[in-house]
Structures are given as C-alpha cells and as structure tokens.
C-alpha cells in the first residue's frame, strides 16, 4: 500500500534533517493517512478512502465528498479520486434524469 492520499494525491517526501552544526542527514516526511468512510448523497453508499488529514478537513468544508469531487478540477484530483468523480457524475445525471 502506498503512502499516497487517494483524493488529493500527496504522497511522500524527502529533505534533510540539520543538526545545530549544521550537518545534513536525509530524512523523510510522511504525509499524515487515515482511513475514512465518506457518506455519499448521490450514491446513496459509503465510500471507504485513504486519505490524509488535510483533504479530510477540505471534505467536510465543502460539504462532502460529492460536493468536493464536482468542485474539484481533474487536473488536481488523483486516480481513484477520479474514478469516483465519474461514478457520482453518472449517479447524479441518473436521478436528475429519472426526476
């Protein structure tokens, strides 16, 4: 399993630790994943992710995971997160069809 968020797509990087005498030692920041389990109006399901903090807290300020994903460009969403997108998209044409 990959250390990446599945909406947003951080993932791992490196720098260096700097001692007071200035000596490098490499190092690596771990972006901070918590499994989730978003409720989705429009799919009427849960949709369990891994994600990190930071787009968990984007999530809920925008409303939820559909209101987010169709605010989002693709451009900036990752893979499964687009995967998902799609499915919402289908899902919402569907009911306002059927309406």
Sequence with gaps: MSRTCSLTGKSVMTGNNRSHAENKSRRVFRPNLVRA???SETLG????????????????????IDAFLMQERDSRLAGPALKLKRRVAKAAARRNATA
Excluded: D, M, P, Q
């Design 45 to 64: 399901a849960r949709v369990r992710l891994r994600i990190s903090a930071n787009a968990l807290r984007t999530v809920e300020k925008h409303g939820g």
């Design 37 to 39: 389990s978003l409720w």
